[in-house]
Structures are given as structure tokens and as C-alpha cells.
């Protein structure tokens, strides 16, 4: 079960444990905000602290895991937890986990960025249904994909207004190969809460 905090109120979950508690569950993904904040605001820690320790499910944390920093600061104080989601910021940074796990950092990373993008864009290809619904699925995408670059907000527009697959992976090409650099890592999550 992948749950919040509750839809209005940080202390919904809390009536829900107990209950979820007498089914067989492998684990519990907890996303600590409210579905009002949607992801707006301040995860609670201190509400998901007190989440671990009313149920016996395996738990798994998620959100706003944006830097290695984060991750560091949730793993040491968190040590009942053994799985983490990422989620969205993956998008923005697919390059996050990898650094978590290994420490190293990766080479050729706009390259790689636009390997990602044509592999995701192609698999949407493959699966949804017509060049509209791709494309919809796409511009969504660059609402995070934008973050680690820096000064694109004039590309990003062109990319967005794209009203055919052709002219949006022109546009996306000349961005990567004209355009395309990118900023710190540490960077990005500054980026996305100045939007």
C-alpha cells in the first residue's frame, strides 16, 4: 500500500495502522505530507517517525529525496527503514540514485540525459495511444526533466509549444545539441522551489 499522511489532516494515518496492521502486507510506502499538499510544503518527519513506530509492516520512505544530502540525513535518521522512493525526482535527476549507491558521479551526463529522453519517448511511443497523448506526456515530463539545466526557460517553452512529434524532437535535438548545460546538483532543488 503506498499511503500519506491523510487527505487533510497529518494524523489520518495514525487510525489506519492499526487496521492495515491484520493484513498481509509485504510493506507500506508512507509519503509524509498531506494529499492537500500534494507535493507543496514540508515532508512531516516527525509524522512519519511516529508512523514506524505504530505498525509491524515494512515501511518504505518516500519523498523529497532530492540530493545525496537528503538521502544521507533520512538514512541515518531512519534505521528501520530499508527501502527508499525516490519518485519524480528521478526525472529531474536520473543520475540521484546511482550517487547514492556508488558515491561516484557520472560522465557524459548530457549525453545520457538525452538517451534517457529518447528512450522514455519512444517506450511512450510504443505504449500510449497517438502523437497527442505522447506528446501530453512528454511536456509533463519536462516540468522536472528542465530542472538540472541551466538558463532553458526560453527552450523549455518552444519544447512545450510543440504541436507535433516531428517539431518537438527537432526542437528537443537542438536543445541537446546546441544548448543544453547543466547546473550543480545541489542546484537543482533550489531551481525547482524558486518555480
Known amino acids: 500500500i503506498k499511503m500519506r499522511l491523510g487527505w487533510k489532516e497529518n ?32 515532508v512531516d518527519l516527525d509524522a512519519f517517525e511516529d508512523c514506524l513506530a505504530v505498525t509491524g509492516h515494512t515501511v518504505v520512505y518516500n519523498g523529497d529525496i532530492r540530493t545525496v544530502d537528503d538521502f544521507r540525513r533520512l538514512y541515518q535518521r531512519f534505521d528501520r527503514v530499508h527501502a527508499w522512493m525516490i519518485g519524480r525526482w528521478c526525472i529531474a535527476d536520473p543520475f540521484l540514485p546511482g550517487r547514492i549507491t556508488t558515491g561516484a558521479d557520472i560522465p557524459d551526463k548530457i549525453y545520457r540525459m538525452q538517451l534517457f529522453h529518447d528512450t ?20 509533463g515530463f519536462w516540468r522536472y526533466f528542465s530542472l538540472p ?14 504541436r507535433l512529434p516531428e517539431q518537438y524532437l527537432e526542437r528537443v535535438n537542438l536543445f541537446f545539441e546546441t544548448e543544453a548545460k547543466l547546473r550543480k546538483p545541489a542546484d537543482i532543488h533550489a531551481q525547482r522551489t524558486r518555480q
Open 149 to 162: 539545466f541551466e538558463d532553458c526557460k526560453k527552450s523549455m517553452k518552444n519544447i512545450t509549444k510543440s
Open 120 to 139: 522514455l519517448f519512444e517506450a511512450y511511443n510504443r505504449v500510449l495511444d497517438g502523437p497527442s497523448h505522447v506528446m501530453n506526456k512528454m511536456k
Open 11 to 42: 494524523t489520518d494515518i495514525f487510525r489506519l495502522l492499526p487496521v492495515i496492521d491484520h493484513y498481509p502486507l509485504s510493506q507500506i510506502i508512507i509519503h509524509p505530507r498531506t494529499g492537500l499538499q500534494r507535493y507543496e510544503g514540508s
